[in-house]
């Protein structure tokens, strides 16, 4: 029997404190996640179909084949008996590389899988959509800009205390951590750890990326891009044409800052997964890169990491060997 369909008194709770928003899955262990259900969208339905296009959005395309929800993991994971598991009031689990972050989310089982770039652009541009920007422990354990917003630090430090680990609770924080301003919601989108995503690297600077939510796909038959990362006079850039030889490394410029990320790539599907800018003032977050090899991407920012966190907040420095206390993990399920 499919996982969705398990009953229960707990999943049956949830769902009804959530108003149906949020559900609870059992993966092959019996293990329960806690999700959030997302209908599927087109992107002329936000309102963003002058830049992005129309039809249906990326996110709910598996290989081709469309779907009509998505399931993404209402917490960060806490990694139990080899399984990613996003539960509310645990400390997310770091220290876990790309690889073994992903084998952790597909050890729920069938459908499981770490979250796409995909899903996280889907649910970035449903935020910007509605007009609901999340906050998050961006400051040592509370909102840098809302400091009267906190989490309970894993640590027991106090908010705003640099010394420590500052990672808070999975959830711990106020409905305006939540992707929807709402309890209901996924939350520490924004800052807390960085979360690995998958279905997208770049290799010497060229990005590879699956054209749809295909999460399980092999990486050698994710799309090779005409788009290269390259930093001319000291402005990030994406181009066409090979930049073979360029060792960019970038510590962080402003995502949509067309003064310091430049584009003239004008791919769709790059627009789409909020990796190719194409604006001013659309969200919040820094991008930074090296091209030197494979690098994979984490997204959200860090405890500490101020306005540069944020729900375009892109991070392609990262080998996939890379081990870090501020790195973890989000699942996400398509059934």
């Known amino acids: 029997m499919p996982t969705i369909f398990i009953k229960d008194s707990l999943r049956a ?8 928003h949020q559900t609870v899955l059992y993966n092959e262990q019996g293990y329960p996640g806690y999700y959030y259900v997302i209908p599927k969208f087109r992107y002329e339905d936000l309102g963003f179909d002058a830049d992005l ?9 598996v290989g081709g084949v469309e779907k009509s929800e998505l399931f993404v993991g209402a917490y960060q994971a806490a990694v139990k008996d080899g399984c990613a ?15 073994a972050a992903k084998s952790a989310c597909e050890a729920n089982g069938a459908g499981y899988h770490m979250m796409t770039v995909h899903e996280w652009a889907a649910v970035a541009l449903w935020c910007k ?4 920007i999340p906050r998050g422990n961006t400051d040592y354990g509370r909102a840098h800009d809302a400091t009267y917003e906190v989490g309970r630090r894993q640590d027991g430090e106090n908010p705003g205390v640099s010394s420590g680990t500052a990672r808070i609770l999975a959830g711990s924080g106020p409905a305006a951590w939540r992707h929807n301003h709402d309890y209901n919601g996924i939350s520490d989108l924004v800052g807390n750890i960085w979360e690995w995503q998958s279905l997208l690297k770049i290799v010497d600077g060229q990005i590879m990326v699956a054209t749809d939510n295909y999460y399980d796909q092999l990486e050698a038959d994710w799309g090779a891009q005409d788009a290269y990362f390259a930093n001319p006079s000291g402005t990030l850039t994406l181009q066409t044409g090979s930049t073979s030889g360029d060792t960019t490394t970038v510590d962080g410029v402003d995502w949509d800052d067309d003064t310091s990320f ?17 604006g001013t003032d659309i969200l919040q977050g820094h991008i930074w890169v090296n091209n030197a090899g494979e690098r994979v991407p984490i997204r959200s920012g860090g405890w500490g990491y101020g306005s540069a ?6 991070n392609l420095t990262s080998e996939r060997s890379n081990s870090s206390s501020r790195i973890g993990v989000r699942p996400a399920f398509i059934s």
């Open 53 to 61: 296009g129309t039809g249906l959005c990326t996110a709910f395309l």
């Open 309 to 314: 966190a944020g729900l375009a907040a892109l």
């Open 13 to 20: 709770a949830v769902e009804a404190a959530s108003g149906g």
């Open 85 to 99: 598991l996003p539960l509310p009031s645990f400390d997310p689990t770091v220290s876990i590389d790309w690889d």
């Open 129 to 132: 959509a509605n007009g609901i």
């Open 262 to 278: 430049t584009s003239s790539v004008g791919s769709q599907l790059l627009k789409r997964l909020l990796i190719e800018p194409y």
